[in-house]
């Protein structure tokens, strides 16, 4: 039995790509919430929530980078996998 190798590694791209489309629905809710709170007349609330807002942007950036290095990352092990596949044969 023949076992495709990058088969295997389709479900956990797959599953990436998903986390990454989910992120960028978080990030369209959030950009909502930051709009509406720009209207709130108390400063204090509307600079707290600018502050939150803005370490939040910061942790959706490095959880999109992280994502997109373990995509890379999962690609290179694809085309090891087939390197070593054609070795083999």
């Known amino acids: 039995m023949k076992i495709d190798l990058g088969e295997v590694l389709?479900?956990?791209?797959?599953?990436?790509?998903d986390i990454?489309?989910?992120?960028?629905?978080?990030?369209?809710r959030y950009d909502g919430l930051d709009l509406i709170l720009e209207a709130v007349s108390d400063s204090k609330v509307r600079g707290a929530?600018?502050?939150?807002?803005?370490?939040?942007?910061e942790k959706m950036n490095v959880v999109?980078?992280?994502?997109?290095?373990?995509?890379?990352?999962?690609?290179?092990?694809?085309?090891?996998l087939e390197a070593y596949a054609s070795q083999r044969e």
Request: negative net charge; glycine residues 2%.
């Open 10 to 17: 389709d479900p956990f791209r797959r599953h990436v790509i």
């Open 64 to 80: 999109d980078d992280m994502l997109d290095e373990l995509y890379r990352q999962l690609s290179d092990v694809d085309r090891m």
């Open 49 to 57: 929530s600018q502050e939150i807002f803005a370490v939040a942007g």
């Open 20 to 28: 990454k489309d989910a992120l960028a629905h978080a990030r369209y």
